[in-house]
């Protein structure tokens, strides 16, 4: 269930009814009063503003009653997330002013024609004189979009627009959203290969599996900047940084523990990967029709792979089954899947990461007294799986070390770089990842980051301020 708050402005006539009544049917309708504003006041009226939050399916019904109430009349109702993106979330600024015509001289014509030439001698100079240095395209097809599904590039817009906005706050990244009107594989390559000239980077989104993995294994070929399909590999990151702190509070090794991966979608399929680099020697993948048993052939390529590898268990099952002894699960899949005779089937210490969203595969309130550690992807509760503890700090390095690619050694280098801002002494149950507000993580990830670039071949150049 969503919840979102909204402002509603009424207007009171105190002779005919009293501010109780109103609490009182926001409250019947399921609305909580989170603050009110007097914006006028007298001859026996009066003008407030009151902020309610309430699920999203309450909204209307809070109107409705209050309409009902003799002596109100709303004045304006907005929804405050409407609000934030009306007019969109983020726009371009110029990064000097334009007051004469020697300004204008020098960043148009006929100045510019000389930067244009000395960039066609030596396109690396594109890096120095234009946006390239620190512009990301947060590409999609609207093929995947949250838990919505298959909703298209318009309605996937405002989405990239907030990625754009936490590239720039969080990283001081310039991120631009482009929404293709396609879902062909191939012409989403094309347009993407035609376009990366005024790119850094690229930064794959809400493209469905399993197109998303020939699509990005494409690009990376072909482009020399970086493409990173963030539902893959952030996800990955992100989860290989808490286990690796949640394995550390119990007390339990990476290679001695069995892992139960659900859901091998993009996010699975690259958490299953992840987790074998990391050191698992015990992988059960599970989908809707049960484990992947290694030894097997499947359609899906990368089921096939899974298949081939010699950490994946040869056992067969649905997931209730290959749940029992299992001292880890990771679900990426969908909410309401298990109950406590699942969990409590597993070995003692149990850690449980159920990152469906909105609802988890497990009630955390049903889970919790009987695991070690619980994680989900919401904010709501402790230990948030969120891959924007990867992404701005991934692109800030890749692109100050002008990366050729994101490789391997470089997403674990960013995992381990999450797992140690959180420091021993701090460590706990219901703190084994950090918030995405904390400041360490961006640099923490850019320096790792940019170290693994250097010592894998990757990186083109090394800041200035490296090391510093």
Not at 356 to 363: R, V
Request: charged share 20%; hydrophobic share 45%; net charge negative.
């Amino acid at each position: 269930m969503s919840f979102n708050s909204m402002v509603i402005r009424l207007e009171l006539a105190h002779d005919r009814v009293h501010f109780g009544a109103v609490a009182s049917v926001i409250g019947n309708a399921g609305g909580d009063i989170t603050s009110i504003d007097v914006i006028r006041s007298g001859d026996g009226h009066s003008v407030r503003d009151i902020t309610v939050a309430a699920a999203d399916q309450s909204h209307e019904a809070i109107a409705e009653a209050l309409r009902s109430l003799d002596g109100i009349r709303i004045v304006n109702l907005s929804d405050r997330t409407f609000l934030a993106h009306l007019g969109g979330k983020i726009s371009i600024q110029p990064s000097m002013p334009i007051k004469n015509r020697d300004d204008l001289s020098r960043v148009y014509t006929p100045g510019v024609a000389r930067v244009c030439s000395a960039i066609h001698e030596d396109v690396g100079k594109a890096y120095a004189l234009t946006i390239k240095r620190n512009t990301v395209a947060v590409v999609t097809d609207g093929s995947a979009v949250l838990g919505l599904g298959n909703i298209g590039p318009h309605a996937a817009a405002p989405v990239m627009e907030g990625k754009a906005m936490l590239f720039k706050q969080l990283a001081g990244v310039d991120a631009f959203p482009i929404c293709l009107d396609t879902q062909d594989m191939e012409e989403i390559v094309r347009a993407v290969r035609q376009i990366s000239p005024v790119f850094g980077g690229i930064n794959l989104e809400d493209i469905s599996s399993p197109r998303c993995f020939e699509i990005e294994r494409r690009l990376a070929e072909e482009l020399d900047i970086p493409v990173f399909h963030d539902d893959q590999h952030g996800t990955a990151i992100v989860v290989t940084a808490g286990l690796l702190n949640a394995l550390k509070l119990v007390g339990k090794r990476i290679d001695e523990v069995r892992v139960v991966v659900n859901g091998i979608g993009a996010a699975g399929v690259a958490i299953c990967k992840m987790l074998l680099a990391a050191g698992v020697t015990k992988l059960v993948p599970v989908d809707r029709e049960g484990a992947i048993v290694r030894g097997r052939s499947y359609d899906h390529p990368m089921w096939s792979w899974l298949a081939r590898q010699p950490q994946v268990q040869a056992e067969e099952g649905l997931l209730g089954e290959v749940m029992r002894g299992a001292d880890v699960f990771i679900g990426v899949s969908k909410g309401g899947i298990l109950g406590e005779e699942e969990i409590l089937g597993m070995a003692e210490d149990r850690i449980v990461f159920a990152m469906a969203n909105p609802q988890p595969e497990i009630d955390p309130e049903l889970a919790q007294p009987h695991v070690r550690v619980f994680a989900t992807g919401r904010s709501d509760y402790p230990n948030q799986i969120n891959n924007v503890l990867v992404f701005p700090g991934m692109f800030r390095g890749a692109l100050d070390c002008r990366a050729s690619g994101i490789n391997e050694e470089m997403k674990m280098a960013a995992a381990r770089a999450i797992s140690e801002v959180v420091a021993d002494g701090e460590l706990s149950e219901t703190y084994i990842i950090p918030s995405i507000f904390n400041e360490q993580v961006v640099a923490n990830v850019r320096k790792a980051v940019i170290a693994a670039a250097i010592r894998t071949g990757a990186a083109r150049r090394v800041p200035a301020d490296f090391g510093a």
